[in-house]
């Protein structure tokens, strides 16, 4: 940079800054004469300058050149402001002209001189349009008076920002240059628009007027181009406009096109926002600016219609939708009112403009941009784009379905759609690659999941690709793969807002009832990408018959499996229960069917029909048969897999399941042996089903709506009344009828004894029960009738209040009622062979035990050898009931049961009638009874611990691996427990630990010594410094040595956890959490 351009800067800054010997007295009085003053005071003082110091010479000579090429120039004005904003222009137009002389030699000068004289040493040579900062805020002043004096006022009201809305001090500037001359204020607004268009045409002073007067300027050219002409009569002298010629209207607007085409676009529609909305007027008088008494006019008509023309024209070119919502959303901190903010731009966007040529080409141009951003990484920004984009289309789908499906969702579910119309003539690797499958399936989790706004077009959309969908899950479950949340999360969305039929459809479809629309193609299956995601490849089909029906057998279990999972994660949905008994209702119209099958075949003539006939005829069995297998396979595993208080999960569900149990029961009935006749399964399955109704029925008070509910079971109960062989359920069906008919006012002695387990006494079957969530159905929820008679079987509420537990029996949670019968009789329910009588009396026990029963405390040892007797037993429902009885025992009574419990323990089985094949069975039943017990201790460990910690130290060597691994179990549920009395046994413990640990075989003792260590630690917590001070250290190596030398990995993954825990007791016993704690000290 030569010494002109700092001279010439130089000349500026005197023009700009107010001179020190000129004060406001010398003028008038007022503000807007004090700044008369100075301007006429600056103007002069720069003209004298330049004429006296020979360093402004050559800026002289510049600025008569530039005076010389300026035809707009006219320095006998009278007005002192227009002649302070032409000498502001004619120096900027000195500067420019001269930074670009020397930036043009520069580039001419620059490679040689470089290429001769640069070394790498050397920083590149600067240009010399580069400015410092200070020069930058001289040229910044200078601007800011030729817009404020040159170009605001001369803007017709209601265009751009007003001076008098900016500030007080730009109240008296408008109104000082609005004061009498008026009549050339078009000229002289053409004049300094022209002037910094040409300044802009370099970039260092482009950079200047573009970031500070971008709106200014924009204002200027619009209303130079668009303004409409009015004659002098209809107009104001304010609104008098002064008429461009043509050159001077295409250079207007040639650079506004220019200006529109190279600025950052969100710069550039958030100023034509400003322009077409414009300050509102306020008629309450708060729209007044400040206290001049300017008040604010909305932009006129003519200036809407050009801002929006010129919008529609940035929205509609590339990258338009991505440049209107950073300008409207650019500076938003995601409150409720940028998100309000979302749904006015997505309105914006889904509207087509009028100017558009056409719907359809508008739609075209803007849709692709509105689902780019879906695809934004920056996670404020994404989230704002996000809810634009979701909220477009979703408007959209709701106010233009055809351009909706033809311009997003098509596009859109595009990836997914050719997973199912692949075709195996495609050469590449990938029909469908990975970074296509993951956008698309995030895409859907965005507008379908996130919206959640539920409507026939989107539902009729994710319909046709769900398939593919749940394939794809199903394939994310054998995988570890980032698709297989959204995945799931789409998959629950459907099934919880479609509608009941066609989510029962698409159920259907997905576990292989109805062949699917749109599946994978055959030839193609998900396979891993290299980035966790999924993409569709070609299959390769296996030659053998055998390992393709595997393949087949076991691709089709795990669907089923999948599904399931989905079903049981829909807790508060009916979809799970109503598909259930759908498929229980077409089952039960197997049965009807069957029996006119076998008559239609019986009168069967062969001899009239064709071949094609008579093979369809034969083929149609074989196809109903694997339908029939089809089916019960689903409801096989919906049985298994789905917990009964989500398929059954109100009274009406309960109902419809009791109503296909019955209508089962009634086919045939008409024939000598109808299908539910002979079969034992079907005789128990109508007992159930019998023994529920009256359940229901006995219940604490029904509703009218609980009776309306059940009237669908009368004409079941009506058929096997009248043609059911068993005369007892011919009487249990008339009662059961009879109190449903007359809503409960009918009350038969026989209903009560008709729950489940009293039905059928002398048989051990594994009965299914059925819990619902209203407290009215709930069988166990109703109090004793007094007016029962005295011979009612016990176990009818036993079994009806006991809940199933994980194993499938009854657990010991149960709510009994309290007993009725002597001490005796309940002693020979224990010994009754029949099981669900034999575990209702062991639960009776337990809870006399625990309710302290004078006659259970009399006859401990009674109930002792009766829990250790039953402890043998083959059913897991009677010896879990002898558990838990024996655990309470220990409770209650530890001196003398604990010894009997440790020495069984130690020995096996001491009676003499036990069986010694089974002792180790027998010693492992009552470790968990000693486990329970360590549990139940609480404070008392400490006092009755110690003999246990004995029996269970020398478990760990005994010679079997299972009784080893009990007693490290044990230990690690009672030494956290003793607290500091562990003290004395710390070194004892951790050598047997450290010993197992390093030189066990079997991995599952291994497993069971570090985790006795985890649990010890995390028990211990903050005191396991002090416990175990002693063997701390010896624990720390010997986890150590797990981590970098065993050779099972859930060892390896307990001892991690260990060293975890022990890692954060060392951090808080070092880094002790500081507490501020205020304390208030009373001096004497």
């Not at 002209?97 to 070394?119: G, V, W």
């Not at 009885?885 to 096996?908: C, I, M, T």
Request: aromatic share 6%; charged share 20%.
């Amino acid at each position: 940079m030569t010494q002109i351009v700092p001279a010439i800067l130089s000349a500026i800054k005197t023009l700009t800054k107010p001179l020190a010997e000129v004060s406001a007295h010398d003028a008038q009085s007022s503000h807007q004469g004090s700044l008369v003053a100075v301007l006429q005071a600056n103007r002069a003082f720069l003209l004298e300058q330049l004429q006296k110091e020979s360093s402004l010479e050559e800026v002289r000579r510049l600025r008569e050149e530039a005076m010389v090429a300026a035809d707009w120039f006219g320095g006998d004005t009278e007005d002192a402001t227009w002649a302070f904003v032409q000498e502001c222009l004619l120096l900027l137009l000195t500067l420019s002209r001269q930074l670009s002389a020397e930036l043009k030699l520069f580039q001419e000068t620059a490679s040689l001189s470089a290429a001769r004289l640069r070394t790498p040493e050397m920083a590149p040579l600067l240009p010399p349009d580069v400015l410092s900062v200070a020069q930058q805020e001289t040229l910044s002043a200078s601007l800011q008076f030729v817009v404020s004096l040159g170009l605001c006022p001369y803007l017709a009201p209601g265009v751009g920002v007003s001076l008098g809305r900016r500030s007080a001090f730009g109240v008296m500037v408008d109104k000082l240059v609005r004061c009498g001359m008026v009549p050339a204020a078009g000229c002289r607004l053409f004049i300094t628009t022209k002037v910094l268009m040409q300044l802009t045409e370099l970039s260092c002073l482009a950079t200047l007027v573009f970031t500070r007067h971008l709106g200014d300027v924009m204002a200027a050219l619009i209303q130079l181009c668009y303004q409409p002409c009015r004659a002098e009569r209809s107009c104001s002298k304010e609104e008098m406009v002064h008429k461009l010629s043509a050159v001077e209207s295409h250079t207007c607007k040639e650079a506004l096109r220019s200006l529109l085409g190279k600025v950052y676009q969100p710069m550039i529609v958030k100023e034509l926002l400003i322009l077409q909305g414009g300050p509102k007027q306020d008629k309450s008088g708060a729209g007044r600016s400040f206290s001049s008494g300017v008040v604010s006019r909305s932009a006129p008509t003519w200036l809407k219609h050009v801002c929006g023309r010129l919008l529609s024209e940035r929205l509609m070119q590339s990258n338009g939708v991505q440049a209107v919502v950073r300008a409207i959303l650019e500076g938003g901190i995601g409150t409720d009112a940028d998100w309000r903010k979302c749904d006015c731009v997505a309105r914006i966007l889904v509207t087509c403009p009028q100017q558009s040529a056409s719907a359809d080409t508008y739609y075209g141009q803007v849709c692709h941009q509105i689902l780019d951003l879906l695809h934004f990484k920056d996670q404020l920004t994404a989230q704002q784009h996000q809810r634009v984009a979701t909220r477009a289309v979703l408007l959209m789908v709701q106010e233009k379905p055809n351009f909706a499906q033809q311009y997003l969702l098509t596009p859109l579910l595009g990836p997914l759609h050719r997973c199912f119309t692949a075709s195996d003539k495609v050469h590449s690797h990938a029909a469908v690659e990975e970074c296509e499958l993951t956008r698309c399936v995030t895409d859907v989790y965005k507008i379908w999941v996130v919206g959640n706004s539920p409507s026939a077009s989107l539902l009729g959309a994710l319909e046709k690709v769900l398939p593919v969908i749940f394939t794809l899950f199903c394939f994310t479950k054998q995988n570890v793969c980032h698709l297989r949340a959204p995945c799931e999360e789409i998959l629950m969305w459907y099934l919880s807002h479609a509608e009941t039929s066609a989510a029962q459809s698409a159920l259907r479809q997905l576990s292989g009832l109805q062949n699917p629309k749109n599946k994978v193609a055959a030839k193609f299956h998900f396979t891993p990408g290299s980035d966790g995601g999924a993409c569709l490849s070609s299959r390769e089909i296996s030659s053998e018959e055998d390992d393709a029906l595997y393949e087949k057998l076991s691709e089709e279990q795990w669907r089923l499996e999948c599904l399931m999972q989905l079903l049981a994660e829909l807790k508060h949905c009916d979809l799970p229960g109503d598909f259930f008994l759908d498929l229980l209702q077409e089952m039960a119209s197997w049965e009807a069917a069957a029996v006119g099958e076998k008559e239609d075949n019986l009168e069967l003539d062969i001899s009239t029909m064709t071949l094609v006939e008579v093979e369809q005829r034969l083929l149609a069995p074989s196809a109903k048969q694997s339908r029939r297998l089809a089916l019960l396979q689903v409801l096989a595993v919906i049985v298994d897999c789905v917990q009964h208080t989500v398929l059954l999960r109100k009274a009406s569900q309960v109902v419809d399941f009791l109503m296909s149990l019955l209508q089962r029961a009634c086919v045939g009935l008409d024939q000598a042996s109808g299908p539910g006749l002979g079969s034992p399964v079907e005789s128990e399955t109508l007992r159930f089903a019998i023994g529920v109704v009256a359940t229901l029925l006995s219940g604490p008070k029904l509703s009218t709506e609980d009776y309306s509910s059940m009237w669908r079971l009368l004409p079941p109960l009506e058929l096997l009344f009248q043609k059911h062989p068993d005369v007892l359920i011919q009487q249990l069906a008339s009662d059961l009828r009879a109190v449903i008919a007359t809503h409960g006012a009918f009350q038969p002695e026989t209903l009560p004894a008709v729950a489940p387990g009293s039905m059928k006494p002398k048989m051990t079957v594994k009965n299914t029960q059925i819990e619902t969530n209203n407290p009215q159905t709930s069988p166990h929820s109703s109090p004793p009738d007094r007016n029962l008679p005295s011979n009612r079987p016990p176990e009818s509420f036993g079994m009806s209040a006991a809940k199933e537990s994980p194993e499938g029996r009854t657990s010991g949670t149960s709510t009994l009622h309290p007993p009725t019968k002597p001490f005796s009789d309940w002693l020979l329910e224990a010994c009754d062979p029949d099981v669900p009588t034999k575990a209702f009396a062991l639960r009776v026990f337990t809870q006399m035990v625990q309710r302290g029963n004078s006659e259970a405390a009399h006859n401990q040892e009674t109930l002792l050898m009766l829990f250790l007797e039953n402890l043998e037993h083959e059913d897991s429902f009677i010896y879990l009931s002898a558990i838990q009885g024996l655990s309470a025992l220990a409770d209650s009574y530890p001196d003398r049961v604990l010894e009997r419990l440790l020495k069984d323990f130690q020995h096996g089985p001491s009676r003499t009638t036990s069986n010694k094949e089974h002792s180790l069975e027998f010693r492992l039943k009552v470790g968990e009874v000693l486990m329970r017990a360590s549990r139940a201790m609480g404070e008392l460990a400490t006092h009755l611990g110690h003999p246990l910690i004995s029996v269970f130290l020398q478990g760990t060597r005994d010679p079997d691996q299972s009784v080893r691994a009990s007693s490290l179990s044990n230990l690690g549920e009672l030494c956290p427990r003793l607290d500091y009395t562990l003290g004395t046994l710390a070194q004892e413990l951790c050598s047997c630990l450290t010993a197992l640990i390093k030189t066990e075989k079997v991995a599952e003792v291994r497993r069971a010594a570090v985790h006795v260590i985890t649990l010890l630690l995390r028990g211990l917590s903050d005191k396991a410094t002090q416990v175990l001070s002693d063997v701390l250290l010896d624990m720390y190596r010997a986890l150590k040595w797990v981590v970098r030398s065993d050779p099972d990995d859930v060892t390896m993954l307990h001892a991690q956890l260990a060293l975890e825990e022990m890692d954060d007791i060392m951090r808080r016993f070092i880094f002790p959490e500081q507490t501020l704690q205020k304390k208030i000290i009373v001096l004497p």
